[in-house]
């Protein structure tokens, strides 16, 4: 993080971000499917400077065994910061926060994931932060998702997520890690656009009625923008084989 | 009224909306209806089939693993050795149970080591003779082919492409198998088992089939196989440049 210094301005006189952004604009996205050999399923996802890597490997045997279900697949998840993805070296221990959001993730892509064609059977997924910016938990679903449906797992819908703050008073979508460590509120929410479901939204911060409403909206743009570069990346992997 | 949203053979990725209306046949567990909207639930191939004035919608997966069902013919590994079974690795997410009472095709006291007749590692071609949600699938010998496999190359492909490597009315696998001079057994699990008159033919299927693989989602794909081996053939002496 840094030393923790003076607030920057993250509004300046035309409306611009800290980052150059306009209140409602992403970073820069890109995503890859397919980048790991040994794993079913992968994505590389970036969101500007925030790298996040999935694995999926499944449906596959449970071991220990007794944590299996009888009507349908369990679902683990785990979510990890890599030492060298903050400022300062980040402990390799799981750390509570790391436990808690590897749940959050996990139980915002449940409800995608047709589980009960697969009883008995586990579904691992692996999150790895490469570089931390800001939001790294919605770029995680994201990836996973994205992982999920290059595994050939059956989902209900993909899942996005993005993060939207308020900052200098500001509501202001995808915030960075500047934005999230000095702003007034930080509100990350997932969902499947195709279906309109939200599956996970918290809210660190204190947002008006009316400031939630504008902030969730926008960050369903941002989630639907996402989502068609989700179903275009999946997309992409097969035509380019075509090419050759 | 039905309307179909895609072309027949596109591909299609979970979320997609490939259809809308009633008067649609489903016919793949990867749809879901949703609505009066079907959404496709992984990444795959649509098939469309117009019947008077009714669709049949069909999807065929790209990724994911062997799931058993009974009637699949199926290579495995054995894994383990039980007092009365064997555990059999058929790269599903659950091991198959093969009974020595089956294999031997006799009743069977446990007073023998079963070592005697399969090991950790032999190959066998069995059948699923059963497979509910309850219990692991049961693999049986019990029919003409089936058993210990003591010679032959086996290769190891995508689950999901074994349809593409059978083809139509098995055209793939009678092209192959005419052109290459090999006898090939395709298990449904995506082992193939290959039985080649010399190494230099081997290598030839084993390379048409990893082809076929990478390019399962491609057209006239039947075609591009039979001029592949053809190539190979002369590129290898095995016939003369002109004609063939």
């Not at chain 1, 794993?39 to 590389?44: E, F, K, Q, V």
């Not at chain 1, 790294?136 to 997520?161: C, E, H, W």
């Not at chain 2, 059999?88 to 093969?98: E, F, M, S, T, W």
């Not at chain 2, 399962?216 to 039947?222: E, F, M, V, W």
Request: net charge positive; glycine share 10%.
């Amino acid at each position: 993080m840094g030393a923790v210094g003076e607030k920057p301005r993250l509004i300046d006189e035309s409306g611009r971000r800290i980052d150059g952004r306009r209140p409602d604009e992403l970073r820069p996205i890109e995503m890859e499917v397919g980048v790991l050999k040994n794993a079913d399923g992968s994505a590389l996802v970036k969101f500007g400077d925030t790298w996040v890597l999935a694995a999926v490997y499944g449906p596959r045997e449970a071991v220990p065994k007794h944590m299996t279900l009888p009507e349908r697949a369990v679902i683990r998840c785990r979510y990890r910061m890599l030492s060298f993805s903050t400022h300062e070296r980040k402990s390799p221990a799981p750390s509570r926060r790391e436990v808690e959001l590897s749940k959050v993730i996990r139980e915002a892509l449940e409800p995608a994931v047709l589980t009960e064609l697969y009883p008995r059977t586990t579904i691992d997924i692996f999150i790895e932060v490469l570089n931390a910016h800001g939001g790294t938990r919605t770029a995680g679903v994201t990836a996973a998702s994205l992982a999920l449906a290059d595994a050939g797992i059956p989902m209900r819908d993909l899942v996005a997520g993005v993060a939207v703050g308020k900052v200098d008073g500001v509501i202001v979508l995808d915030i960075n890690e500047i934005e999230d460590m000095y702003g007034e509120a930080d509100m990350p929410v997932a969902a499947m656009p195709g279906l309109g479901r939200i599956t996970l939204l918290q809210l660190n911060g204190v947002l008006s009625p009316n400031e939630f409403r504008t902030g969730l909206k926008m960050a369903m743009e941002g989630i639907r923008r996402i989502y068609e570069m989700q179903k275009k990346v999946l997309r992409q992997k097969y035509a380019v084989i075509e090419e050759e | 009224m039905s309307k179909i949203l895609f072309e027949n053979r596109s591909l299609v990725v979970p979320g997609d909306v490939v259809a809308e209306g009633d008067r649609l046949t489903l016919a793949a567990p990867f749809l879901r209806r949703v609505g009066r909207s079907v959404v496709a639930t992984v990444v795959g191939l649509l098939t469309v089939e117009k019947s008077n004035n009714e669709y049949k919608v069909g999807l065929i997966p790209l990724e994911g693993c062997y799931y058993p069902r009974p009637g699949d013919v199926v290579i495995g590994i054995v894994r383990d050795i039980g007092v009365t079974s064997w555990l059999i690795d058929i790269r599903a997410p659950l091991p198959g149970v093969l009974n020595a009472s089956d294999y031997l095709g006799k009743p069977y006291s446990p007073s023998e080591d079963l070592s005697k007749y399969l090991d950790v590692g032999d190959v066998i071609l069995a059948k699923v003779a059963q497979f509910d949600r309850g219990r692991d699938p049961l693999l049986t010998v019990q029919e003409k082919g089936l058993g210990k496999v003591v010679e032959g190359a086996l290769i190891e492909i995508k689950p999901s492409r074994v349809p593409r490597v059978i083809g139509r009315k098995r055209s793939m696998l009678s092209v192959l198998q005419e052109e290459t001079g090999c006898q090939i057994v395709v298990g449904n699990n995506g082992r193939i088992l290959l039985r080649c008159p010399d190494p230099e033919r081997e290598a030839i299927a084993v390379l048409a089939i990893k082809k076929i693989e990478r390019e399962a989602h491609t057209q006239g794909l039947t075609e591009r196989i039979k001029d592949f081996i053809i190539e190979q053939k002369i590129k290898r002496g095995l016939i003369g440049g002109s004609g063939r």
